[in-house]
């Protein structure tokens, strides 16, 4: 039994994955993923079903020594990925003899798990607005809560075995996702109940006032006066269930939003009605003073007088609004992003 770990770490080296990564698909801690390869702990029942049906792994190798590694080499064509960062441009050559192509995806293709992970994050939110929670994104793409909550605040980033399972389920667009080409926008499955599809070609088009990062202040001192945040417009898609005729698209400044929101990227934003700002969370932008920012509200106690606006990053800080100091003028939600710059 004690060489099952020297197994383990061969296919870890072989899948191309750090022991961090592999302890996230295995939804456990990273030191019990270490312990386990160490030898101080051994590999369960239940990490070995996983590993053997998420790569196809053969499961007598894995526990006996006996066979090939995989069930057959296509199965291992389907879960490698080249894995490069920001700054390697060179794809993680696994085998000259593997296949060009694996489940549509180009093998020799560059994996920037950074961008990637950007655009999962604004996948995550649009699947949240249409009814999809987080921590059904997180089940069905056979990843913990825990994770997802991670990728959100920019601790780790989307793993290649994790996308691919995101672009079946979801049908995102693989092109859009992987390599940032084409449109964001897509058709969720059949097996999601709770959503309806998005028709994107059918879609109307309209014209919505956008407020750049030059008319912040004029937006915030004379807000009553509608021709002061009206003189640009962006022509969009009309998406279901957006209130457009009280929509404005705001573009965020500065990276006190990272990794959800990005500078320069542009979002649209449904205007609140006051009597439910006590009842707002998420992402919101709030118009208050002379200042318009664009923050997270986590836990409202609007109703006993103090809003805490929050950044997404951490290194952002925080807005504590009270009644007695600083008059709330409005507040918009944040539906969705329809521009994120390439970095």
């Avoid at 066979?67 to 085998?95: A, C, H, R, V, W």
């Avoid at 249409?130 to 997180?138: F, K, L, M, N, R």
């Avoid at 709330?328 to 390439?342: G, N, T």
Wanted: charged share 25%; with cysteine.
């Amino acid at each position: 039994m004690d060489e099952i770990r020297y197994r383990l770490k061969l296919l870890r080296e072989n899948l191309s994955l750090t022991q961090k990564e592999l302890s996230q698909i295995l939804m456990i801690k990273q030191a019990s993923y270490s312990a386990i390869e160490t030898g101080r702990r051994e590999l369960t029942d239940r990490n070995i079903s996983l590993l053997c049906n998420t790569f196809h792994v053969n499961p007598t190798w894995l526990r006996e020594g006996i066979g090939e590694m995989f069930l057959n080499q296509s199965t291992k064509n389907s879960f490698i990925l080249s894995l490069t960062d920001n700054t390697d441009s060179t794809p993680y050559d696994t085998n000259k003899t593997l296949p060009e192509h694996h489940q549509g995806i180009t093998l020799q293709s560059k994996y920037n798990k950074s961008e990637v992970t950007q655009r999962f994050l604004i996948a995550l939110e649009q699947l949240k607005i249409q009814g999809t929670s987080y921590s059904e994104v997180a089940n069905k793409i056979g990843a913990s809560t825990s994770l997802v909550s991670e990728i959100r605040r920019g601790k780790t980033f989307l793993l290649p075995h994790f996308a691919q399972k995101f672009i079946e389920i979801f049908n995102i667009n693989k092109e859009w996702l992987l390599e940032g080409k084409g449109d964001n926008t897509f058709t969720l499955s059949g097996n999601v109940s709770n959503v309806h599809p998005v028709e994107v070609e059918n879609s109307d088009w309209i014209e919505v006032p956008f407020v750049p990062l030059h008319a912040r202040a004029s937006f915030a001192e004379t807000y009553f006066d509608s021709n002061v945040n009206e003189v640009e417009t962006i022509k969009i898609r009309k998406r279901p269930g957006i209130k457009y005729e009280k929509a404005k698209i705001f573009e965020v400044d500065g990276d006190s939003m990272e990794p959800t929101l990005v500078s320069g990227e542009q979002v649209l934003c449904e205007i609140i009605d006051p009597a439910n700002w006590k009842f707002t969370t998420g992402v919101v932008v709030v118009a208050f003073g002379n200042m318009v920012v664009i923050k997270r509200i986590k836990d409202n106690e609007l109703a006993n007088g103090k809003l805490v606006l929050w950044s997404d990053n951490e290194l952002g800080g925080k807005i504590t609004l009270s009644n007695e100091t600083e008059e709330i003028r409005r507040m918009y939600k944040v539906k969705y992003s329809i521009y994120k710059p390439i970095r």
